[in-house]
């Protein structure tokens, strides 16, 4: 430092470092230039208040499986399951809201994640559950995406059901009306004949 400058510091004029430009055409540009890990970040959509309290995270980015509510427009308060992700638009797709086409069809209509917010995450990604810090005890069947499993009946529990009196078998096959036995097709033989006599053996 000189020793004229009486102790004055040099500062760079600007040197804030800003996550986006002020310009709104650098900003725009930006959106549209952003690899797939910043539209990522990007696509991000807020936490509801029980999650947040959970994972003390506002917001994740959201992903294929998550149940998100609707926050405006024609489904708002609709909770549906994200059903496809779309990073080249910035928009996603939900189960069972569709739009009308002029030609009486029915297509998946895009939604902002501005106009989300998340009620359950899909952790059945190992990675998620490590990035959000949930162990694999505190994640129930429905986080995971897995189906419950249908209800059989084991052989000892069958086992324990009694079987059905006689007598009330007896009694319900008295009251339901039985069926007639319907008599079988006659069958129709044809008689055997003896070939016509030719021209020539009638000749004498």
């Known amino acids: 430092m000189a020793p004229h400058r009486r102790g004055v510091v040099d500062h760079r004029l600007g040197g804030v470092v800003r996550d986006s430009p002020r310009s709104p055409r650098r900003q725009r540009r930006a959106l549209y230039t952003a690899d797939t890990f910043e539209r990522r970040r990007r696509m991000a959509v807020p936490l509801s208040r029980e999650l947040r309290g959970r994972f003390h ?3 994740v980015p959201v ?3 998550d ?3 609707v926050l405006s427009g024609s489904f708002v308060g609709r909770e549906e399951r994200v059903a496809r ?3 080249r638009t910035y928009s996603l797709t939900l189960d069972n809201v569709t739009l009308k086409t002029a030609d009486e069809k029915m297509k998946p209509l895009p939604i902002r994640p501005a106009h989300l917010v998340i009620t359950r995450l899909n952790l ?4 998620r559950r490590r990035a959000l810090k949930v162990r694999d005890e505190d994640v129930s069947a429905e986080e995971r995406g897995a189906a419950p499993e249908p209800e059989t009946v084991t ?3 069958a086992a324990e059901v009694p079987a059905p009196e006689p007598e009330e078998e007896v009694a319900k096959a008295e009251d339901s009306p039985a069926a007639e036995p319907t008599p079988p097709a006659p069958r129709t033989r044809r008689r055997a004949t003896a070939p016509r006599p030719t021209a020539e053996e009638e000749a004498p």
């Open 85 to 87: 992700v779309d990073r």
């Open 124 to 127: 059945s990604d190992p990675w």
């Open 63 to 65: 992903r294929k499986g």
């Open 57 to 59: 995270r506002r917001a």
């Open 155 to 157: 052989p000892e529990v």
């Open 67 to 69: 149940t998100v509510r």
